[in-house]
């Protein structure tokens, strides 16, 4: 039910009304009392008619009230319809008066509907009224006009072309506040087309004599060059002449015009770089200057000032050994007496702190660069450390040694309540391991692992895995760390764990009984950490001969029985926490364990009967034919449950148990890239081995897939094998090797270089890898590239390689993508590029229109 408020207008316009409530219509109806009326409203969506009794003396238009007083009565609103209620009689009073001819309360009008702006609700029937008052030759009403324009207009509003004659007249108005609205106007909402047809004004205004209106030129210059870059010419040769001035607000205006100029034009940067002398100077009476009360910060004269002034000298001091050269005695004068007790002090420094890090500056300014960070790492304030964080991580690369001097600091910041500073910590202690602390850091990471949030656990056992890859003083170290992680966290590692481990494992035969022993302990403890259980598992597969012996020097000595290896087993197939990935572990451990057993081999037979007709496909499989073993090949079951031979790695990265075909692939790009004669293929012994494990082989067999062979462009030996009589069925014939097409480049803009290597795997299915690089100076994260194409087209992204991409092209990142277009329709892809440099997010789009080898 709808109250209207005490004092509401009896009659009101239909376009007024709320247009929530949906009114159709206004009805009125008489009662036979002589002092009121009955209004009614029909509401559409209740189909109901609403009555209200209103006195007589309130049926004229209530006039509008003061400013403060509607402020005063939205404030004392109880309810949101309430407020409503006020907003509404208001705007209806502020409507009505704007239609009158002659009203002398338009600045007050205007300003109320500015409130109601402000509160959310829509005001856009006052922009006409802005562009009346803007022509108005009273200031009180042209200020007010001014104002609304920057709130209700925008450069895609047609009414906002209606005040480029307006303010073009203002710019050359005789009052100087005047001329500062009509810029500040310009800078705030200008269109590209006002900023064209209004820059030469503005150019003039910046040679004026009047530093207040320079000051405002300055600024609307910058919000010119921003929206027409083009225009960055034109106000170049004021923007040097305004750093001459002694007015703080011109220079810094005259700071803010130049950095953008340079940083969008690489000649306005050149020629800017002379400047960094006069730069220098304004610095240095900034730092040396005694008390200014107009100017003082805190103890610091214009800080605002200053820190414009290093962000300038940074871009022009930034590959130019000039220009470093000449502001390196003022970078280290900043830092050495700038105080560091206040929030305005740090954020001067900190400025310093880069501009030094990103010019060509000596190594000892570096060094004092870094030492700052350092102090701001023992500050009280978290926003203070995280920055400090970020730098270092940025810098750790190129100055490790200096950043290594703060390292009980940063590991001390992981015991932070903050979660983004103890992240940042995290990225940053990973990162200073090396092989000279490689065991006191590993202590203080695996301290933090075991305490750390559930979001950082993933990203700590991973830094950890490879920092014991590189690192490791030892095998017995290596293992013992990993073992850790996987007690630890083993549910927060990644997929390639369990097969790394097993190779590391494998690969050193000097601590097999050890490492059996041990795992076997930890299966016995915890079956919740699935990772830890599998390798386990796999371990007493290989090695349970080794753990039922029981002479293992390293650790204590226990005595372990068969039965109860097999009953640690039973426990994990039976588990409900095991994974199936996990039970196919178990179950081919117990299964391998009839090989190196030799009293319960039936006990062994009935376990592996039992998952005969298990639910799980796989296990099932794999139960049926370990049983076909005992039955049918049980003459066989010991040469193919034989121990695991050493995993190892070539150098094409392929390990022993995979494919020549795949090794041949691996070498295919290389080779055609590199224009060198193709190499004879070598025997390919793992893969006989593999064939032979029935035995009956006499002669090494070749590799017998003719696409494989042709695809590679590699020359197969055919002349003594069964396989290459195959191959040459009709005498002779070569198939010519089809070279792969080469990799092109689809985008290359500020340092950020993308290129795209096609392979063709099947008439309608294609492979995309898409490589990024990065040849600026500084580090790029947060790499991140997004792909679309063509409905009828399927795309599948694979995961990228990283997202960090170094400075000076120290790395790369791949993605590939794979397509299948069924309907061969024409191939396009767009691709979305994001990264963060130096703080800064950045994206953009590149469209693909060919495809090369297709």
């Not at 050493?646 to 055609?672: D, R, W, Y």
Request: with cysteine; net charge neutral; aromatic share 4%.
């Amino acid at each position: 039910m709808f109250h209207p408020p005490v004092g509401a207008p009896a009659v009101e316009r239909a376009e007024d009304m709320n247009s929530r409530d949906q009114i159709a219509e206004v009805c009125w109806c008489f009662q036979p009392t002589d002092c009121c009326r009955v209004g009614g409203r029909l509401n559409r969506s209740s189909s109901l008619i609403l009555f209200w009794r209103v006195p007589l003396h309130c049926t004229a238009m209530s006039p509008s009230i003061p400013l403060q007083e509607m402020i005063r009565a939205i404030r004392s609103a109880r309810t949101q319809c309430e407020e409503r209620g006020v907003i509404q009689r208001e705007c209806a009073a502020i409507r009505a008066q704007f239609r009158q001819a002659d009203n002398g309360a338009r600045s007050h009008n205007l300003a109320k509907l500015l409130y109601v702006h402000m509160l959310g609700y829509p005001a856009h029937f006052g922009q006409m009224e802005c562009v009346r008052m803007i022509a108005s030759p009273r200031y009180s009403e042209k200020r007010v006009g001014y104002l609304g324009a920057m709130m209700l207009l925008d450069e895609k509003q047609d009414a906002s072309l209606l005040i480029t004659n307006s303010i073009k007249n203002d710019l050359s108005h005789s009052n100087q506040y005047v001329q500062s609205l009509a810029l500040c106007t310009l800078a705030c909402m200008g269109s590209a087309e006002m900023c064209r047809d209004l820059a030469p004004e503005i150019d003039r205004l910046l040679r004026a004599s009047n530093s207040y209106i320079k000051k405002k030129a300055a600024l609307c210059a910058v919000h010119i060059v921003r929206k027409v870059h083009e225009l960055g010419e034109l106000f170049a040769p004021a923007a040097r002449s305004l750093l001459t001035e002694k007015n703080h607000g011109v220079l810094h205006g005259a700071v803010v015009l130049i950095t953008e100029l340079c940083e969008r034009n690489p000649e306005a940067l050149e020629r800017f770089r002379k400047t960094v002398p006069d730069l220098v100077q304004i610095m240095k009476g900034l730092v040396i200057s005694g008390y200014s009360p107009e100017h003082d910060v805190a103890g610091i004269s214009d800080p605002f000032l200053q820190v414009r002034i290093l962000r300038l000298l940074r871009i022009l001091g930034r590959h130019s050994e000039t220009a470093s050269d000449a502001m390196n005695d003022l970078l280290a004068q900043v830092a050495t007496n700038t105080d560091s007790t206040k929030t305005v002090g740090n954020a001067v420094l900190y400025e310093t702190v880069l501009t030094v890090l990103d010019i060509k500056s000596e190594s000892g300014l570096r060094v004092l660069a870094v030492n700052i960070l350092g102090r701001f790492l023992l500050n009280n304030d978290r926003n203070i450390r995280y920055i400090a964080m970020m730098s270092l991580q940025k810098i750790v690369g190129t100055d490790h040694n200096a950043v290594q001097r703060h390292r009980g600091t940063i590991v001390d910041c992981l015991k932070d309540h903050d979660a983004s500073v103890k992240r940042r910590a995290l990225e940053l202690s990973l990162a200073l391991v090396s092989a000279s602390n490689i065991r006191s850091m590993m202590k203080e990471l695996l301290l933090f692992l075991s305490s750390c949030p559930p979001e950082l656990r993933a990203q700590t056992a991973s830094g950890i895995f490879n920092a014991a890859e590189r690192y490791a003083p030892s095998q017995r170290w290596h293992i013992d760390t990993i073992l850790h992680v996987l007690t630890t966290a083993g549910g927060d590692v990644r997929d390639e764990t369990v097969p790394n481990l097993i190779q590391l494992i494998t690969n050193t035969s000097e601590l097999h009984c050890y490492t059996v022993h041990k795992l076997y302990r930890a299966l016995l403890t915890d079956i919740s950490q699935q990772p830890l259980v599998q390798v386990a598992c796999w371990c007493i597969g290989e090695y349970g001969d080794l753990l039922l012996k029981g002479e293992c020097q390293e650790t204590e000595p226990a005595q372990v029985t068969e039965d109860d290896v097999l009953d640690s087993l039973e426990t994990v197939l039976q588990s409900h926490m095991s994974a199936p990935a996990t039970r196919g572990f178990a179950l081919t451990a117990t299964m391998k364990l009839s090989t190196r057993i030799t009293d319960n081999v039936d006990r062994i037979r009935s376990i592996v009967s039992i998952y005969g007709s298990c639910i799980d496909v796989e296990l099932q499989q794999r139960a049926v034919e370990y049983n076909a073993l005992f039955k049918k090949y049980d003459h066989m079951r010991a040469a193919v449950l034989e121990r695991m031979p050493v995993i190892e790695k070539n150098s094409l990265g392929q390990t022993n148990g995979e494919s020549a075909v795949e090794a041949i692939k691996a070498v295919q790009p290389a080779t055609v890239k590199q224009g060198e004669p193709p190499l004879p293929l070598q025997p390919a012994n793992q893969v006989c081995d593999l064939l032979d494990l029935l035995g009956g082989s006499e002669e090494p067999l070749q590799p017998s897939s003719v696409q494989s062979g042709t695809a590679s462009g590699l020359p197969i030996n055919n002349s003594s094998t069964a396989g290459g009589d195959l191959l040459d069925l009709l005498g002779g014939f070569e198939p010519t090797p089809a070279a792969p097409a080469p990799a092109v480049t689809v985008y290359e803009k500020d340092g950020v270089n993308l290129t795209l290597l096609c392979e063709k795997h099947s008439d309608s299915g294609l492979t995309v890898t898409l490589t990024a690089s990065n040849s600026n100076d500084s580090d790029i994260s947060s790499f991140t590239l997004q792909a679309a194409v063509p409905k009828s087209v399927q795309l599948h992204m694979k995961a990228p390689s990283g997202d960090f991409l170094p400075a000076r092209g120290a790395a790369k990142v791949t993605q590939m993508v794979v397509l299948n277009n069924p309907n061969k329709v024409n191939l396009k892809m767009r691709v979305r590029i994001s990264y963060t440099s130096q703080g800064s997010a950045c994206q953009d789009t590149v469209q693909i229109d060919s495809f090369p080898g297709l």
